[in-house]
Structures are given as structure tokens and as C-alpha cells.
Antibody
């Protein structure tokens, strides 16, 4: 059974960089698309971006200037960095897997990690 | 781009059926049969319940079904059970904008 687990700081200061890692267990990271998705308190989900196991990426245009997603296939991990954070970036961050870029469906998710942006 | 529109909450009694709507535009829901639905119990990993409008992943109860008409997709849960109480969120492919767009989520209460 594939499992995803997010990890990283739960508190980030304004203007700093938010960095999270998703560790994939029970399956290979190869040949899949790996997304980061977030949910601000009281709001709906927002897709941040994805990375294919080969390293190609696609980002939400609204976040593209601040986001970088990377993959480490040797560790079965992928990561997200979000620069210049503000309180609006406070959210539960999820990592998720999909099999095809053109037919997206997120079949495995992590349970999410809350990141609060505050001084 | 605005999120897909879902009712904030729905409720039903055990054994009843409920339907959750998900309204988008001709740029997302209306253009592609690529709507998926997720069940989320807070604190747990979201679970894929329906994909490509009306397909169920292996292991998902056939009490869950999906449909679409125009710019609106729907999730129907029949024979409501207590464990169905959760948040439900729709998602649509939106290739010309944000790749995928989600609904605001609907809280289902089983009375």
C-alpha cells in the first residue's frame, strides 16, 4: 500500500521560505506525477504544482514565481519550496500522486501538515 | 480563477440518499469528463472516491456515484451510513488555467 508522509517546519516567519518534503513508501516514485496541494483554514483546496519522476514540472500560475518542486528518486522523496511567504500561505499542505498528467486523479494523498506563517 | 462551487453543507439520515453538486464553467467542468471527487475525514489523508466523472476506484463502495450535466458535476451517496460523514471536494481538469481546480468543499452530516 502506497503511503505519503509530509514533513517540515510547522511555523515559518513572514518573508522566509517554506520547505516541505513528502516521503513515499510502499511503492516507487518513478513514472508518476507528484503534486503539492494546500488548503488554507476555512477554504478549499488549491493545487500548487507537480513534478514528474523525471524532473519535469508544472506550477500553478498564481504561485509560479515563488514555487520550486524537486524530486530525489534515490530517497523516494519530493519537496516543495515557497519563497517570500505571507500569512496568506498559512495552510495545510498535502502531497498527492497521480498517474497521468492529462487525466489527473489523485489516488494517494498524505494526511497533510499545517504550516503557519507568523512572526 | 475561482474555485468550483459546492454547497457548504448537506445532511441526510442513515439509509437516505444525498447529492452534492459541483458547478464550474465551460473552461473546466463543462469541457472535460475529468471530474474527480474526494472524501476527507479531518486529520486523515483525502480519499479518491470518483474519477473521470463516474468511475469508481477499486475498493470504493458502489453507494457512491458521479454524473455530469453541462458545467455541473454531481456526487450521489445512496444508503447513507455514519462513516460517510466527512468533507467532500470535487476537482476538475482545467488545462488552460491552473491545470486542476478544486471546489470549496461540502461538509456532509449524517443525522
Amino acid at each position: 500500500q502506497v503511503q505519503l508522509q509530509e514533513s517540515g517546519p510547522g511555523l515559518v516567519k513572514p518573508s522566509e521560505t517554506l520547505s516541505l518534503t513528502c516521503t513515499v513508501s510502499g511503492g516507487s516514485i518513478s513514472n508518476y506525477y507528484w503534486s503539492w496541494i494546500r488548503q488554507p483554514p476555512g477554504k478549499g483546496l488549491e493545487w500548487i504544482g507537480y513534478i514528474y519522476s523525471s524532473g519535469s514540472t508544472n506550477y500553478n500560475p498564481s504561485l509560479k514565481s515563488r514555487v520550486t518542486i524537486s524530486v530525489d528518486t534515490s530517497k523516494n522523496q519530493f519537496s516543495v519550496s515557497l519563497t517570500s511567504v505571507t500569512a496568506a500561505d498559512t495552510a495545510v499542505y498535502f502531497c498527492a500522486r497521480s498517474s497521468m498528467a492529462a487525466r489527473p486523479r489523485f489516488d494517494y494523498w498524505g494526511q497533510g501538515t499545517l504550516v503557519t506563517v507568523s512572526s | 480563477q475561482s474555485a468550483l462551487t459546492q454547497p457548504a453543507s448537506v445532511s441526510g439520515s442513515p439509509g437516505q440518499s444525498i447529492t452534492i453538486s459541483c458547478t464550474g464553467t465551460s473552461s473546466d467542468v463543462g469541457s472535460y469528463d475529468l471530474v474527480s471527487w474526494y472524501q476527507h475525514h479531518p486529520g486523515k489523508a483525502p480519499k479518491l472516491m470518483i474519477y473521470e466523472v463516474n468511475k469508481r476506484p477499486s475498493g470504493v463502495s458502489n453507494r457512491f456515484s458521479g454524473s455530469k450535466s453541462g458545467n455541473t458535476a454531481s456526487l450521489t451517496i445512496s444508503g447513507l451510513q455514519a462513516e460517510d460523514e466527512a468533507d467532500y471536494c470535487c476537482c476538475s481538469y482545467a488545462v488552460n488555467t491552473t491545470y486542476v481546480i478544486f471546489g470549496g468543499g461540502t461538509k456532509l452530516t449524517v443525522l
